[in-house]
């Protein structure tokens, strides 16, 4: 049913993705899914894992939670009445902190809890490649963020609506800082897979996940600002922010997608290392 799910949401999404032109962007997506198909048994492990007991729709109402109180209700720079724009542009800001804690709050139990509970050596030895079995559950934490960000959708529909005129909105720049929070979701998931396999106790691979995610989003950018010129340059572009940021504007560069698909990638095998060492 899951897969069903997936594969009519892709159709959908196919759909409007040609007509915008987003070509690269679905082909992606489909072969996402196809992974997903041949590593169905862990996705589906991991994803049912997570809805199991209620510390997992916690984690995700904190991060929806948190977003709406910025957005909606209390005042200050981040509400969207008191800034008298039709725009979300606040959302694209507090979503890539907030992932500091969502990202691995979902993939903290990845490999630490098979661990502790002794369940390691059942799970590699399953009829799966060690790659299937670290990038199924990464695919499924991914999932599971991009649940926490769905609420977005109806925030955009009310921003849409409460615009004067109706529909004067920036929906460029809003795609495009939407798309830029999967790719970010994707390698802050990695990460955490990552650092989930290298401990049995899931608070120290929450931490180690947000000590790595943090490093890697602004660490760059904190070492680039003590520089100027092309070495400032070079190092904020081997940050995540400054990747982030420019596919926010609402251009997709090859060069971001190839920057957020190497990072995700990476850690994956990094990951697999790691399990393929025990």
């Known amino acids: 049913n899951i897969l069903k799910c997936f594969f009519i949401g892709y159709y959908w999404l196919f759909s409007c993705l040609i007509k915008i032109?987003?070509?690269?962007?679905?082909?992606?997506i489909l072969i996402l899914l196809f992974f997903v198909f041949f590593m169905k048994i862990i996705f589906k492990k991991e994803f049912k894992s997570f809805f199991s007991n209620i510390t997992g729709y916690i984690v995700?109402?904190?991060f929806v939670l948190a977003n709406a109180l910025f957005l909606w209700v209390l005042p200050g720079q981040w509400n969207v009445f008191d800034s008298g724009y039709a725009s979300l542009d606040a959302l694209f800001f507090l979503a890539p902190w907030l992932y500091l804690?969502?990202?691995?709050?979902?993939?903290?139990r990845f490999f630490?809890?098979?661990?502790?509970?002794?369940?390691?050596e059942l799970l590699l030895t399953k009829p799966l490649s060690r790659f299937d079995i670290v990038a199924g559950k990464a695919f499924a934490g991914w999932v599971l963020v991009i649940i926490a960000l769905l609420p977005s959708l109806l925030w955009f529909l009310s921003v849409y609506i409460l615009a004067e005129p109706m529909g004067n909105v920036d929906s460029g720049a809003f795609w495009g800082s939407w798309i830029g929070l999967l790719f970010l979701a994707a390698v802050y998931v990695s990460i955490g897979t990552f650092g989930s396999s290298l401990t049995s106790n899931q608070v120290v691979a929450f931490i180690t996940s947000v000590v790595i995610s943090f490093a890697l989003f602004y660490g760059f950018e904190l070492v680039?600002?003590?520089f100027s010129g092309e070495t400032a340059y070079w190092l904020r572009q081997l940050g995540i922010n400054e990747h982030y940021k420019s596919i926010s504007r609402g251009v997709i560069d090859s060069r971001d997608l190839i920057y957020f698909v190497a990072?995700?990638?990476g850690f994956i095998y990094f990951t697999t290392r790691q399990i393929k060492s025990k």
């Open 112 to 120: 630490a809890e098979e661990k502790s509970e002794g369940t390691i």
């Open 60 to 62: 995700i109402a904190l």
């Open 101 to 108: 804690f969502l990202c691995p709050a979902v993939t903290m």
């Open 21 to 28: 032109k987003f070509v690269p962007l679905s082909i992606f």
């Open 224 to 226: 680039g600002s003590l």
């Open 263 to 265: 990072l995700t990638a």
